[in-house]
């Protein structure tokens, strides 16, 4: 069984500031890392993922996470926010094998302060 | 725009009732799966199924099931609602089931309000 653990339920950050949502997992076995956003009233929209090779991915808007698999951690950065980052920011994982369904953490809601 | 499509995108009705979500997949993908976000329980997987075909289950009830039909869009039913079944329900696709660590497309979401 895996689990994912977001320790940030809040982020509060000011316009242009650099952010970092930190996401921990658990699993027996290897996984592939995901890291979801949901803007308001809307359905979840991938920003990166991480299957195998280099540690540090590059996703859309800006977004970069690194793969640290000693601390079992995938955490997310934007090194300048906007208004319009403020959303839900969901980490993920599935299995290598059998089940391809994802495991999500309880989410880190990002809130940009201009 | 993902390309997965749901309906209806708000759903309200009373307890003991049923009700059934439709989810239409991206076009070319095989498999479908159903999450459920609520605020206690968070985003939870629900069921997938491949090609008409149910592959994997999560934390699905009894009262729930779902199908895949041949055109590939999928219905999700729930039955004998309780206050609890309020919640906002995703459906989301993908290509291939070979393809491992491939990317799921969620569509709008189905909000579903239990009187």
């Known amino acids: 069984a895996q689990s994912v653990t977001q320790l940030d339920s809040q982020v509060p950050v000011f316009e242009e500031a650099p952010v970092e949502l930190r996401c921990n997992y658990s699993?027996?076995?290897?996984?592939?890392l995901f890291w979801y956003v949901q803007y308001p009233n809307q359905g979840l929209q991938l920003l990166l993922k991480y299957l195998s090779g280099s540690t540090l991915v590059k996703g859309i808007n800006g977004f970069e996470a690194e793969f640290n698999k000693s601390q079992t951690s995938f955490h997310l950065r934007k090194p300048s926010v906007h208004i319009s980052d403020t959303a839900e920011y969901f980490c993920a994982v599935s299995d290598y094998t059998g089940r391809r369904a994802l495991t999500f953490g309880s989410g880190t809601r990002l809130q940009v302060q201009p | 725009d993902s390309g997965v499509t749901q309906t209806p995108k708000h759903l309200i009705t009373a307890t003991g009732q049923r009700v059934t979500l439709r989810c239409s997949p991206r076009?070319?993908?095989?498999?479908v799966y159903w999450y459920q976000q609520s605020l206690d329980q968070g985003l939870q997987f629900l069921i997938q199924y491949y090609n008409g075909e149910e592959r994997a289950k999560g934390n699905i009830l009894e009262r729930f099931s779902a199908q895949q039909f041949p055109d590939l869009h999928s219905e999700l039913n729930l039955s004998s609602l309780e206050l609890g079944d309020s919640a906002l329900y995703f459906c989301?696709?993908?290509?291939?089931?070979?393809?491992?660590?491939?990317?799921?497309?969620f569509g709008p979401g189905t909000r579903l309000l239990v009187l």
């Open positions: 699993s027996s076995v290897s996984v592939y």
């Open positions: 989301a696709s993908s290509g291939q089931m070979t393809g491992a660590g491939e990317t799921q497309y």
């Open positions: 076009s070319g993908d095989l498999s």
